[in-house]
C-alpha cells in the first residue's frame, strides 16, 4: 500500500518568514495530493490539492509543488502570519484504491510574532 | 459549502457502555464517507469506508464487530463503538465524498472527542 513521510515534524518560523513541508510517497499510481490544516481539538481543514497533471499550484500565500519522478510534493506558505499556526498534514490517494487518504505524520507548525 | 458536521463532539461514557456518532454532509450528498481515529500528536488513521446502502469497508486490524458503521442515507453515517473500554478513549474524524463534485476531495468533520472511564 501507499507511504507517505512528512518532514520536518515540527517547524518554527519569525512572522513574515516563509515555510516549507515536504512529503514523499512510494505509490506511482498516487495521482491526488491535498494538504490539510488541523488546529488544536478541531477536524482537518483542506488548504489546497494538487492533482498528478499538474506541477505546481498557488493560492494566495499557500503554493504546492509536485514531482511526479521523485515522488514528492512539497507545501510553501509564504509571510507566515501567527494563524499560521498549526498542525499541517500532506495525504496522498489514487483512484485504483478507492481514493483512500494516506497521510503523513503531520508538521506542527508554531509562527513566532 | 461542503460542510460536515459531527454530533456529539464530546462524549464521557462509562467502561462497557456504547457509544454512537453521528456524521452528516449539510450541504451536499456523500455516497461515500471515511472514519477516521487519532490519537493524541498523531497522524489519521483510516478505520473504514462507509458506502451508502452497503457493508462498510474496514481496514486492516480493526475489528467490525466492536466499531458498527451504518450509512443509511446519502447524508448520514453512524460510528457506534460497542462496549467501549478506556484504549477506546481517542478523536474520532468523519469525512465526506461529494457525490456529484471532484471524485477525490474529501471533507472533514469537527471531529468527537470520546472518553472511556
Not at chain 1, 488541523?38 to 493560492?59: A, F, M, W
Not at chain 1, 502570519?81 to 494516506?102: H, I
Not at chain 2, 461542503?2 to 456518532?21: D, W
Not at chain 2, 450541504?27 to 451508502?52: G, V
Amino acid at each position: 500500500g501507499e507511504n507517505v513521510e512528512q518532514h520536518p515534524s515540527t517547524l518554527s518560523v519569525q512572522e513574515g518568514d516563509s515555510a516549507v513541508i515536504k512529503c514523499t510517497y512510494s505509490d506511482s499510481a498516487s495521482n491526488y495530493f491535498p494538504w490539510y490544516k488541523q488546529e488544536l481539538g478541531k477536524g482537518p481543514q483542506l488548504i489546497i490539492d494538487i492533482r498528478s497533471n499538474v506541477g505546481e499550484k498557488k493560492d494566495q500565500r499557500i503554493a504546492v509543488t509536485l514531482n511526479k519522478t521523485a515522488k514528492h510534493f512539497s507545501l510553501h506558505i509564504t509571510e507566515t502570519q501567527p494563524e499560521d499556526s498549526a498542525v499541517y498534514f500532506c495525504a496522498a490517494s489514487n483512484k485504483a484504491a478507492g481514493n483512500k487518504l494516506t497521510f503523513g505524520g503531520g508538521t506542527r507548525v508554531l509562527v513566532k510574532p | 459549502g461542503a460542510v460536515v458536521s459531527q454530533h456529539p463532539s464530546r462524549v464521557i461514557c462509562k467502561s462497557g457502555t456504547s457509544v454512537k456518532i453521528e456524521c452528516r454532509s449539510l450541504d451536499f450528498q456523500a455516497t461515500t464517507m471515511f472514519w477516521y481515529r487519532q490519537f493524541p500528536k498523531q497522524s489519521l488513521m483510516l478505520m473504514a469506508t462507509s458506502n451508502e446502502g452497503s457493508k462498510a469497508t474496514y481496514e486492516q486490524g480493526v475489528e467490525k464487530d466492536k466499531f458498527l458503521i451504518n450509512h443509511a442515507s446519502l447524508t448520514l453515517s453512524t460510528l457506534t463503538v460497542t462496549s467501549a473500554h478506556p484504549e477506546d478513549s481517542s478523536f474520532y474524524i468523519c469525512s465526506a465524498r461529494d457525490s456529484v463534485g471532484v471524485q477525490e476531495t474529501q471533507y472533514f468533520g469537527p471531529g468527537t472527542r470520546l472518553l472511556v472511564l
